[in-house]
């Protein structure tokens, strides 16, 4: 089968054929893959920065959102069958440590995580099991299907607090950040106020409906906060930038007592942090990984549904799978929202 593979340590992806992958565990399901799209994670790996030198063992297939359809299940696999599309989600839990048997699988502590830690989706064929997978009803559109792993990242971090009636600010409108407007607008938000730095993506956050967008670079964050909520400040911040600057700012632009729910991932593990603010606000901080495992996938296949949101904004630009170099160019620009690689009809 093609498959987008990091053929050995260095730079890019190779499109070549390799064995197609075969059902192994009883509980297998064998999908043929429709739709990927691109995350930063695949971009790191493209890139070959320092995390993905320190974790990814090559050769390996990359890629880890999709949409496919069942071609085979394995003896065990209860509700799954061949025909049935389906999309998934990339962190592969154990189902027996502590946090699986406690209904807390998302933060599984043996979890491995598709085109991470094992062959990914860049390929025409993948197998995982159907404990990950998740139907998809047939009237979401495939482009939408294969974006909604970081769909429920956004989900997941605008539904840590209750939003209704809530000031809202989300740093960084990249296409998680950029979900999350719509998320928080329809759970109830006063009103959503973004901060971003590069003209694209403010474009992308005004078309997603934000109701005031700030470039922290050019204008003060805090005064036009200030201005915007009467001097009464944000009551929750989504952090969806991966900037120590933008969490900083952020949380000093949080009321006393208010929320702040933070999924950036930072380039370092230790960086400065108002911690003082924080605690003389008596803020509730909420880290977010992943999804909820699976209440985020029926939320975000609800909304999907039902016309709730709708994601043309965000899903910007199509492509083959042999086109996968422009893809990763487009996404290392900063100029595109999210991007699907087409691999079969
Ligand atoms: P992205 O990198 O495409 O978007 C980040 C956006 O933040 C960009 O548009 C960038 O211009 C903007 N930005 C950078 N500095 C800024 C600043 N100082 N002020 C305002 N905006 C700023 O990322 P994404 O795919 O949308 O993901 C969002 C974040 O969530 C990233 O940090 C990513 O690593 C992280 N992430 C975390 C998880 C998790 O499980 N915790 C999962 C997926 C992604």
């Given amino acids: 089968m093609k498959a987008l593979i990091k053929t050995e340590p260095g730079e890019g992806f190779e499109l070549t054929n390799v064995e197609e992958p ?60 061949k025909g049935d599309i389906v999309s998934g989600e990339t962190h592969i839990p154990c189902k027996v440590c502590y946090q699986c048997k406690t209904g807390k699988m998302h933060v599984c502590k043996d979890m491995e995580i598709l085109g991470v830690d094992r062959d990914g989706v860049f390929a025409e064929y993948t197998v995982v099991p159907e404990i990950v997978l998740w ?10 299907a294969s974006v ?54 403010i474009k992308m956050a005004k078309d997603m409906g934000a109701d005031l967008v700030i470039n922290p670079a050019e204008t003060d964050l805090h005064a036009e906060i ?56 008596n803020i509730t901080i909420q880290t977010i990984t992943g999804r909820k495992m699976f209440e985020t996938w029926h939320i975000a296949s609800q909304l999907l549904k039902y016309k709730k949101i709708d994601l043309e904004k965000v899903v910007t630009h199509e492509l083959d799978l042999k086109d996968y170099k422009k893809a990763f160019e487009l996404m290392m620009s900063g100029k595109s929202g999210k991007i699907i690689l087409k691999i079969a009809d």
């Avoid at 960084?172 to 694209?200: F, H, T």
């Fill in 22 to 81: 075969k059902i192994i565990n009883s509980d297998d399901v064998k999908i043929r893959v429709l739709r990927a799209s691109v995350c930063g994670t695949d971009v790191h790996i493209y890139e070959w920065n320092k995390w993905a030198e320190d974790r990814i063992k090559t050769p390996q297939i990359g890629g880890h959102e999709f949409v496919g359809e069942v071609v085979e299940v394995g003896p065990e696999v209860k509700n799954l069958k």
């Fill in 226 to 281: 200030a201005k915007f909520t009467d001097g009464h400040g944000i009551d929750v911040l989504l952090e969806m930038s991966g900037s120590v600057k933008a969490l900083n700012d952020g949380i000093i632009a949080l009321t006393n007592g208010g929320f702040a729910s933070i999924l950036g991932v930072y380039n370092d593990n230790e960086i400065p942090f108002v911690m003082n603010t924080a605690v003389f606000k």
């Fill in 135 to 144: 139907k998809i009803d047939e009237s979401i559109p495939l482009k939408y």
């Fill in 148 to 201: 909604m792993e970081p769909l429920g990242n956004a989900i997941h971090t605008a539904t840590a607090t209750d939003l209704r009636g809530k000031i809202v600010l989300i740093t960084g409108a990249g296409p998680i950040g950029a979900m999350a407007i719509e998320i928080a607008k329809i759970s109830g938000a006063a009103a959503v106020i973004v901060s971003e730095i590069s003209d694209y993506r």
